[in-house]
Nanobody
Framework: QVQLVESGGGLVQAGGSLRLSCAAS????????MAWYRQAPEKQRELVAA???????NYSDSVKGRFTISRDNAKKTVYLQMNSLKPEDTAVYYC???????????????????WGQGTQVTVSS
């Protein structure tokens, strides 16, 4: 059983900052890509940022230059530092991870995709 637990959401004024964390636990052999998605009311879930196991990040155009994704492989945790927040960043933010749960699954490239429960980020104008 694998769990992703997010923390760090909340209410902030426009221009402010928040830092989200997502810790993975359970039956994990190794973690591949970790990512943050968000879903605003009545909108589709969208990718915000992702980071490979080697630490290479990529960002959506809407957050590039404002958000920074990072990870601590020893702690099985991914972070999202969000600066210069805008009201349009308001959404539920979800952590996602591609996880190999056993050595065998890694050997045969059988990755499983896991989601956190989501954390609300609200940016007031």
């Amino acid at each position: 059983q694998v769990q992703l637990v997010e923390s760090g959401g909340g209410l902030v004024q426009a221009g402010g900052s928040l830092r989200l964390s997502c810790a993975a636990s359970g039956s994990i052999f190794t973690i591949n890509t970790m990512a943050w998605y968000r879903q605003a009311p009545e909108k589709q879930r969208e990718l915000v940022a992702a980071i490979t196991s080697g630490g290479s990040p990529n960002y959506s155009d809407s957050v590039k230059g404002r958000f920074t994704i990072s990870r601590d492989n020893a702690k099985k945790t991914v972070y999202l530092q969000m600066n210069s927040l805008k009201p349009e960043d308001t959404a539920v933010y979800y952590c996602n991870a591609d996880i190999f749960t056993t050595h065998y699954s890694y050997a045969v490239n059988n990755v499983a995709h896991y989601w956190g429960q989501g954390t609300q980020v609200t940016v007031s104008s």
